[in-house]
Every structure is written in structure tokens, then in C-alpha cells.
């Protein structure tokens, strides 16, 4: 976790909210060395239609791959006989 001041908060508020918007950094700002508050991503609400899209992908993709899997090889030994 780190830390800033209030003044540099002042000065660099949008690259540090950008740090914790993407990075999902926590950072305690503080004044005079004592912790005054604390700056932590806000989880954002699941999107149900984008999880939707993206297990009917997984599906396709499993399904593609069925089609050009060996007959009685199962992922575990394919695994091991690539590793070999």
C-alpha cells in the first residue's frame, strides 16, 4: 500500500486515481504524516450480458476444439505426452 500527501494528491489527482481505477493500487493519503484517508477501487457491477457473451464463447471454442480432439485422449494425457 502506499502513501501520499495531501498536497501531492492536490497536484497529481487524476494520475493517482488513474493508479487506482486500473491498478486496483490503495493508497492512504495523509497530512502531516497521520493517515486521513484511504483511496481503494470501487468494485464495479458485473455486466450479465458481457459474462453471458463470453461462456457462449468458451462453449464455441470448446466445441471447435471437440471436433479435431482424439477419440479416448483426455486432457490430463495430452498434457503429459506434450510435456515428454
Given at each position: 500500500?502506499?502513501?501520499?500527501?495531501v498536497?501531492?494528491?492536490?497536484?497529481?489527482?487524476s494520475?493517482?486515481l488513474?493508479?487506482?481505477?486500473?491498478e486496483g493500487e490503495?493508497?492512504?493519503v495523509?497530512?502531516r504524516?497521520a493517515?486521513?484517508?484511504r483511496?481503494?477501487p470501487?468494485?464495479?457491477?458485473?455486466?450479465r450480458?458481457?459474462?453471458?457473451?463470453v461462456w457462449?464463447e468458451?462453449?464455441?471454442?470448446?466445441?471447435?476444439i471437440?471436433?479435431?480432439?482424439?477419440?479416448g485422449?483426455s486432457?490430463?494425457?495430452?498434457i503429459?505426452?506434450?510435456r515428454?
Amino acid at each position: 500500500m502506499s502513501s501520499i500527501g495531501v498536497r501531492e494528491l492536490k497536484a497529481h489527482a487524476s494520475q493517482i486515481l488513474r493508479r487506482v481505477e486500473e491498478e486496483g493500487e490503495v493508497i492512504d493519503v495523509t497530512r502531516r504524516g497521520a493517515v486521513i484517508a484511504r483511496l481503494v477501487p470501487v468494485e464495479r457491477p458485473v455486466d450479465r450480458v458481457q459474462v453471458s457473451r463470453v461462456w457462449e464463447e468458451r462453449d464455441r471454442l470448446a466445441e471447435e476444439i471437440a471436433k479435431h480432439w482424439p477419440a479416448g485422449l483426455s486432457a490430463a494425457d495430452a498434457i503429459a505426452e506434450d510435456r515428454e
